[in-house]
């Protein structure tokens, strides 16, 4: 069984890169690595849908590109991870859930890290740790028109694999009704799918030519995919 519980919040844990396509859990898992571990998840689609809802500029220029399913410009998305990467809570170390997701991301990232390398005042000075969620297509399906979300709490439901107590109601926020992303309807997925297959994919090789990717099991239950993260991280520590 996962241990969420146990908290690792003493040491320098640096870059989590979870990679895999959309409904894969990225955002599950790194909710779990946060709890374990004390350090930020930085989703670049949280923070681009937070952008949206407050009518930011950012959110203006993004909103009809994530609602067609398609990625936001690079430069548009590195700004705003350069931004969250600086603020103090980054400093032990931080999980980036959805970011890169492009070869020019994977580069900048790199280029960034590198910088960081020179930097001494920062304790998380090393490689990221890369890991990619594989999930069989059919599943992939089901997980995301399954996912519903609490608008209060953020909590994340599937109603296929994880469903609220009560039927499309928060088992945390009570009476919170739970709602659908706008860019889990089926006509949105298949270009969510498409963008992963042609601009990720290539991600992905980029870190296992590098020695950099290691793979795992996404289609395995929550707890095990976290075990299996968290025996990663353990190793990369040891
Ligand atoms: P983003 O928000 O990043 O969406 P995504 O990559 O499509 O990933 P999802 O959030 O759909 O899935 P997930 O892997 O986090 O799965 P989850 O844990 O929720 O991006 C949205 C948009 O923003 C993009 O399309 C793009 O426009 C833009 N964008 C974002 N980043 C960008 C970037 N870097 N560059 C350019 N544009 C960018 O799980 C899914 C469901 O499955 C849930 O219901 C969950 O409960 C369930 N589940 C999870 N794990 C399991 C399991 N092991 N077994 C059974 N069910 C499970």
Redesign the pocket.
């Known amino acids: 069984m996962a241990k969420p519980m146990t908290q690792e919040t003493s040491r320098a844990v640096g870059a989590v890169v979870?990679l895999?396509?959309?409904?894969?859990?990225?955002?599950?898992?790194?909710?779990r690595i946060m709890e374990r571990y004390g350090i930020p998840q930085v989703?670049?689609?949280?923070?681009?849908?937070e952008n949206v809802a407050q009518g930011t500029d950012l959110g203006i220029a993004?909103k009809a590109?994530?609602a067609?399913?398609?990625?936001?410009?690079?430069d548009?998305?590195c700004n705003m991870?350069r931004e969250r990467l600086l603020l103090p809570d980054c400093k032990r170390g931080y999980i980036l859930?959805?970011?890169?997701?492009?070869a020019a991301?994977a580069g900048w990232l790199d280029a960034l890290l590198e910088r960081e390398l020179f930097d001494n005042s920062r304790p998380t000075r090393a490689w990221p740790i890369v890991i990619q969620?594989e999930?069989d297509y059919n599943?992939l399906l089901?997980?995301?028109t399954?996912?519903?979300?609490c608008p209060t709490c953020g909590r994340?439901?599937?109603?296929?694999?994880?469903p609220p107590r009560f039927d499309e109601i928060c088992d945390e926020a009570h009476g919170t009704k739970l709602v659908a992303?706008n860019?889990?309807r089926l006509e949105?997925i298949q270009?969510?799918l498409t963008?992963?297959q042609e601009q990720t994919r290539p991600v992905a090789e980029y870190y296992r030519r590098t020695g950099r990717l290691i793979s795992v099991n996404?289609?395995?239950?929550?707890d095990?995919?976290t075990d299996q993260i968290f025996r990663i991280l353990e190793d990369h520590h040891a």
């Open positions: 979870l895999g396509p959309p409904g894969a859990g990225k955002g599950t898992q790194a909710k989703s670049t689609g949280d923070l681009l849908r993004a590109v994530m067609r399913g398609e990625l936001v410009s690079d548009l998305v991870v859930d959805g970011f890169p997701r492009t991301q969620l999930v599943q089901l997980r995301i399954g996912r519903r979300s994340i439901y599937n109603v296929h694999f994880q992303r860019d889990d949105v270009p969510r963008a992963f996404g289609d395995r239950p929550v095990e995919v």
